[in-house]
């Protein structure tokens, strides 16, 4: 489900890997490629939803830290290694070209992104649609666009309605889980948590403020979705 909460081991675990080590995962799965996202002040890289609230702009990754003592942020960003293999960079930029090119279909990515020190939240699955180079005032970076996905299914076996989806800032996130003690509200289940929204989008509710998001467990979650007509 969107925005459902993992431990950095549960997330490792729903991958089959052992560590999440690298923010870009181009084709971790067969499926899918996996991002690690995040908007906190102290991140690495300038991540951010639009005001779409259904695009993320995701910024490239620096080259590894070598022993030579070339600082990462002070060189371009790359799109091969020094013997010509294409980056995970590269690779991203590949899937875009071949989308526009029509050689291939937008490739699918799976969003997490990081709420506080141990604690992810699943974003949904998105579309690589597009890049770009941007400089940063002291390096040219990658810029890539990713527009949440129509198609959800690998992990929903309801359909979602895009257009009633909204993301949810990470600083309310952070404020949510602070104040909800890290537990389902009605039952106080620690165990698949997720964000909710106590009256849904479509109704009118907003992903703005922390008074509409709640903490609720799936079968809880589950409950409330029956109810609602």
Same mark, same amino acid.
């Given at each position: 489900?969107?925005?459902?909460?993992?431990?950095?081991?549960?997330?490792c675990?729903?991958e089959?890997?052992?560590?999440?080590?690298?923010?870009?995962?181009?084709?971790?799965?067969?499926?899918?490629?996996?991002?690690?996202?995040?908007?906190?002040?102290?991140?690495?890289?300038?991540?951010?939803?639009?005001?779409?609230?259904?695009?993320?702009? @995701? %910024?490239?990754?620096?080259?590894?830290?070598? !022993?030579?003592?070339?600082?990462?942020?002070? /060189? *371009?960003?790359?799109?091969?290694?020094?013997?010509?293999?294409?980056?995970?960079?590269?690779?991203?930029i590949?899937?875009?070209?071949?989308y526009?090119?029509?050689?291939?279909?937008?490739?699918?990515?799976?969003? @997490? %992104?990081?709420?506080?020190?141990?604690?992810? !939240?699943?974003?949904?699955?998105?579309?690589? /649609? *597009?890049?770009k180079i941007e400089?940063?005032?002291n390096?040219?970076?990658?810029?890539f666009e990713?527009k949440?996905?129509e198609?959800?299914?690998?992990?929903?076996?309801?359909?979602?309605?895009?257009k009633?989806?909204?993301?949810?800032?990470?600083?309310?996130?952070?404020?949510?889980?602070?104040?909800?003690?890290?537990?389902?509200?009605?039952?106080?289940?620690?165990?698949?948590?997720?964000f909710?929204?106590?009256?849904?989008?479509a109704?009118?509710?907003?992903?703005?403020?922390?008074?509409?998001?709640?903490?609720?467990?799936?079968?809880?979650?589950?409950?409330?979705s029956?109810k609602?007509?």
């Amino acid at each position: 489900m969107l925005d459902q909460i993992y431990s950095y081991r549960d997330m490792c675990d729903v991958e089959n890997v052992q560590t999440l080590q690298r923010g870009m995962n181009f084709r971790m799965n067969p499926r899918y490629s996996v991002i690690l996202m995040s908007r906190r002040s102290n991140a690495p890289y300038k991540d951010q939803i639009l005001s779409d609230g259904v695009t993320i702009q @995701y %910024e490239g990754h620096d080259m590894p830290k070598t !022993s030579g003592g070339i600082n990462p942020k002070a /060189i *371009d960003q790359p799109s091969k290694t020094f013997r010509g293999r294409l980056t995970q960079n590269g690779q991203f930029i590949k899937a875009v070209e071949d989308y526009k090119k029509s050689k291939s279909p937008a490739e699918l990515v799976k969003v @997490y %992104e990081k709420v506080l020190p141990g604690v992810w !939240s699943l974003k949904g699955y998105f579309n690589l /649609i *597009d890049y770009k180079i941007e400089f940063d005032g002291n390096r040219n970076v990658f810029v890539f666009e990713l527009k949440l996905s129509e198609d959800q299914s690998l992990d929903h076996t309801l359909p979602i309605d895009i257009k009633h989806t909204r993301l949810i800032p990470s600083e309310i996130k952070k404020e949510v889980w602070q104040r909800d003690e890290g537990k389902c509200v009605l039952c106080g289940s620690k165990k698949n948590l997720h964000f909710d929204h106590d009256l849904p989008f479509a109704k009118g509710g907003t992903s703005l403020t922390a008074k509409n998001i709640r903490l609720l467990c799936a079968k809880c979650n589950l409950a409330k979705s029956d109810k609602i007509e």
